[in-house]
């Protein structure tokens, strides 16, 4: 989080996506992980102040709220606050106050004003209880893998983190900054990057670096990698991500529906995870397309397992709500399953009772289908 006041003076459109992902996640997380014999943590490193000089919310608040709404959650939760600046760790606490009016959370929660650099991870230790984390820096310094690492090691543990795109790619350009790119990438991938980024044209180094930061994280711990990508509230460019790293993959498929449900959506349902503003995206409509759309290819996916070959729809699902690699859903899948239906690519051999409800066609998790 940003040091300066006025960046907490009104809450942008980006902002207030970003802290409705990571405390939507947070419920679904919690969720799942109070029904085990155990406390459960929440970290936030860059926690800011909690409220913007507009009154909205940030996700340090939200997640106050959710844990404040279930006595489980009241009595389980365990939370730690940092930022480096000991304005904003003081701003919110007064407000956590205001909110655990009775002092439900006061001996539960932890505040720090410790600066967050590439060393950081060496300082941790991390009861052994599943915890999510949060990391909102406003640039990079700081952000390592090995930190990333240190905070999902523990069972049940996931982490949420800013990754600021637009300064990273502008450091590529500058062995200024090469160590702090080397504590994202590593030495190694950094030297490579900078390599593939020769000659490249803005459009074409995103994907290089996104792929990059992405094997960087699955070399250690992160098994799973979901990036969502928010624009510039000054132009039309890429700022920054926010990016998911867990270890299970039902924590994937939680995630993906999460960002699918915040993203934009072309004609079929098919999200981008990237969250279009007003400011850039107000005026632009669908374009036409003769090249094939996402759901072209998602039915050129499903017929590549093969002629003759019965599943599960619910297990199909499954398989791209947990495939990190692509934007696809369960509900994307079913979707493509009914056109494929339709054009006799497919056929629904057992578990559907019904084969239209009110006039439409069903394709229920339940029912097998065939390849034709």
């Known amino acids: 989080m940003p040091t300066n006041p006025q960046f907490f003076s009104e809450q942008s459109e980006q902002s207030r996506v970003k802290a409705h992902i990571v405390a939507s996640y947070f419920s679904a997380w919690a969720g799942v992980i109070q029904k085990w014999d155990s406390n459960m943590g929440y970290i936030d490193l860059?926690?800011?102040?909690?409220k913007y000089g507009d009154n909205n919310l940030s996700a340090p608040l939200l997640i106050i709220e959710k844990i404040l709404s279930s006595t489980i959650l009241t009595r389980k939760m365990l939370l730690l606050f940092n930022?480096?600046?000991?304005?904003?760790?003081?701003?919110?606490?007064?407000?956590?106050d205001i909110l655990d009016s009775k002092g439900l959370l006061k001996e539960k929660i932890a505040y720090?004003?410790?600066?967050?650099d590439r060393d950081t991870f060496r300082q941790l230790t991390i009861s052994q209880l599943p915890v999510l984390s949060f990391v909102d820096p406003f640039g990079y310094k700081g952000l390592t893998l090995q930190l990333i690492d240190k905070l999902i090691s523990n069972n049940g543990s996931d982490c949420i983190f800013f990754f600021n795109y637009n300064r990273v790619n502008m450091?590529?350009?500058n062995h200024l900054f090469d160590d702090h790119l080397m504590g994202?990438?590593?030495e190694r991938r950094t030297y490579e990057i900078k390599k593939q980024l020769i000659g490249l044209a803005p459009a074409q180094r995103e994907p290089v670096i996104l792929e990059a930061l992405t094997e960087a994280l699955r070399e250690n711990k992160s098994n799973y990698v979901l990036p969502f990508k928010f624009y510039s509230t000054e132009m039309l460019r890429t700022s920054h991500f926010i990016i998911f790293v867990t270890k299970h993959p039902i924590a994937c498929k939680i995630m993906k529906q999460i960002m699918y449900a915040n993203s934009a959506k072309?004609?079929?349902?098919?999200?981008?995870f990237s969250y279009k503003d007003s400011r850039n995206f107000s005026s632009k409509g669908e374009q036409l397309t003769i090249w094939g759309t996402p759901m072209d290819r998602l039915i050129r996916s499903i017929l590549s397992i093969?002629?003759?070959?019965?599943?599960?729809?619910g297990d199909l699902c499954n398989r791209y709500d947990t495939d990190f690699t692509t934007h696809y859903v369960g509900k994307n899948v079913q979707d493509a399953l009914k056109r494929m239906e339709l054009s006799g690519q497919i056929e629904v051999v057992d578990g559907r009772k019904y084969q239209y409800?009110?006039?439409k066609l069903t394709m229920p998790t339940k029912a097998i289908i065939r390849i034709k």
């Open 46 to 50: 860059f926690c800011g102040p909690g």
């Open 83 to 96: 930022d480096q600046d000991a304005s904003n760790t003081e701003r919110l606490k007064r407000e956590i």
């Open 112 to 116: 720090y004003n410790r600066t967050i």
């Open 171 to 173: 450091a590529l350009n």
């Open 184 to 186: 994202i990438f590593g």
């Open 266 to 272: 072309d004609a079929d349902g098919i999200a981008d």
């Open 306 to 313: 093969g002629r003759g070959t019965s599943i599960c729809v």
């Open 357 to 359: 409800r009110a006039g």
